[in-house]
């Protein structure tokens, strides 16, 4: 089903899709049409029809999605058919923030472990974690077989940390640091900085 | 300058160039190329100069742009030559590491109030603010002229909070609430979910 190359900006809908999905299945909603997905996510019909298929059949002409089946199929496209485990980098604000975060769960998403480099935080209780020394990061991940990490640390960190968390075997980040991370081409990286999207909105008041 | 219609995607470059800009500033770099912008980014140099030709003349054939002139012409641009007020509503573990955050500095943004519905919170010190009342949003928005919201409550209470802001007088909007919320067209909607970022990733995995 993967063979063929798919645009990233597909992919990138896809988890929106889905979102949408879980949260009709979980009013007892059981069928749903391109039109509905695309009333509740700003989306055209025809867009998201186009989207899905890229990845085969999913609805019937005039009967539209059984949301449980696209959801499941939606889930092993993006393999999220199975729980991931995180680790964050960084105790701070943000990573506090994300280490307590609810709305990892129903998402196939659990944080597993966060580190910090501070004296001060090392070892002490955050939400359900005890955050650990990053001097362990390596030795932890590589354990644990953890793909995915989330950057939480200032931007003059960041870099060095992303090297360490590659070395360790992570594939896939999610950077909070406000600043551009250099990595290999075959690591996935994407970026959260709030004040780039608010700077984007900006332009147009 | 702004009388053509610029493509949305070409304004959500600028504050990156914006970012990068403001850092070799910061480290007393004079002037620079758009290969060295694209090293830095991670965007290619043809892409960036496409970009920022749209918007006029920056640079010189042969000697780059200059620092400080190229990020003052896109401070203009995207009318952050001056500081935006936003507010928050949600106090939760988001909406408060938002109201710390320290990102906004320098960046032409600044959280002015932070708003919540739980009477636990309400008046309590969070960072430099004390959490007022959202019962009060409508009136404080409007008293102060605020533009900006980040919406950072919990999911079955985005749209009303939405809505809410919207009658205030409040013209874009950063949703951290992980569900689409609908606005009218004239009102700039951006969204930050980071399930939805891991989840473009794990597919790749």
Not at 95 to 102: C, K
């Amino acid at each position: 089903m993967q063979q063929k190359i798919i645009p990233d900006i597909v992919i990138g809908r896809l988890p929106l899709y889905y979102r949408a999905l879980q949260r009709m299945s979980s009013k007892g909603h059981t069928v749903t049409s391109s039109q509905e997905l695309a009333d509740t996510l700003g989306i055209s019909a025809a867009q998201i029809r186009k989207d899905l298929s890229q990845f085969g059949e999913f609805g019937k002409q005039g009967t539209g999605y059984n949301v449980e089946y696209l959801a499941d199929q939606l889930k092993k496209i993006l393999k999220i058919d199975h729980v991931w485990d995180m680790v964050i980098v960084g105790a701070g604000d943000v990573g506090s923030a994300l280490a307590r975060y609810q709305g990892f769960q129903d998402r196939s998403l659990r944080v597993k472990m966060i580190f910090d480099s501070d004296p001060l935080k090392i070892g002490k209780e955050l939400g359900n974690f005890i955050v650990k020394d990053i001097s362990t990061l390596i030795d932890e991940i590589k354990k644990e077989g953890i793909k995915i990490a989330i950057i939480a640390v200032p931007e003059n960190e960041a870099q060095e940390v992303t090297d360490t968390l590659i070395k360790a075997g992570i594939k896939a980040i999610l950077n909070y640091a406000p600043i551009h991370i250099a990595v290999p081409p075959e690591i996935r990286l994407q970026c959260i900085d709030p004040a780039l999207h608010l700077q984007r909105m900006t332009y147009y008041l």
